[in-house]
T-cell receptor, first 111, second 112 residues
């Protein structure tokens, strides 16, 4: 799996938008960009994924750079419940292969 | 909403003992996985299982580990002779077609 780079930690105020960056300069044309998060003392949880176009779902938005070498997970209004470690993971299209987790970004949300 | 369940939530065992960790994946899912997370470290892949056989395994998944789907609902991870370094959270995951993996809440294994 291609490597991703994320900041170790970020902070946000509650009710503010949060932009979590991910660099993946060696991404291949068939790699999807997946985001998972892990709340304290819980298993990882799927957030969103995309290939080329920006994606929105009820949890977040995913903005993908035109050259696909970076992406940004956007939480539109952070809440205390969004405090978690966020992982950006690349996976080859059409496979049910393993997820390779890095160290992710630890998001702290404060009042 | 369907979810992956795991039992027990916490297992304490003596070094050298066998443990079986149990998972009930989401019912129409076809692919099953075990991951582990040592305290303070990354989530690590152990094994994937499809069509009643192992499809991929990591270097961690040595001869001490085995997986089984004994019936239509359970998916188990067995560690034959536990070591201190097996202490970790073990997560089961499943997916229907491969795009999104759904994780269980984990089993905390403590080896004394």
């Amino acid at each position: 799996d291609a490597k991703t780079t994320q900041p170790n930690s970020m902070e946000s105020n509650e009710e503010e938008p949060v932009h979590l960056p991910c660099n993946h300069s060696t991404i291949s044309g068939t790699d999807y960009i997946h985001w998972y998060r892990q709340l304290p003392s819980q298993g990882p949880e799927y957030v969103i994924h995309g290939l080329t176009s920006n994606v929105n779902n009820r949890m977040a938005s995913l903005a993908i750079a035109e050259d696909r070498k970076s992406s940004t997970l956007i939480l539109h209004r952070a809440t205390l419940r969004d405090a978690a470690v966020y992982y950006c993971i690349l996976r080859e299209a059409g496979t049910a292969s393993k997820l390779t987790f890095g160290t992710g970004t630890r998001l702290q949300v404060t009042l | 909403e369907p979810e992956v369940t795991q039992t027990p939530s916490h297992q304490v065992t003596q070094m050298g003992q066998e443990v079986i960790l149990r998972c009930v994946p989401i019912s129409n899912h076809l692919y099953f996985y075990w991951y582990r997370q040592i305290l303070g470290q990354k989530v690590e892949f152990l094994v994937s299982f499809y069509n009643n056989e192992i499809s991929e395994k990591s270097e961690i998944f040595d001869d001490q580990f085995s997986v089984e789907r004994p019936d239509g609902s359970n998916f188990t991870l067995k560690i034959r002779s536990t070591k201190l370094e097996d202490s970790a959270m073990y997560f089961c995951a499943s997916t229907q077609m491969g795009y999104t993996q759904y994780f269980g809440p984990g089993t905390r294994l403590t080896v004394l």
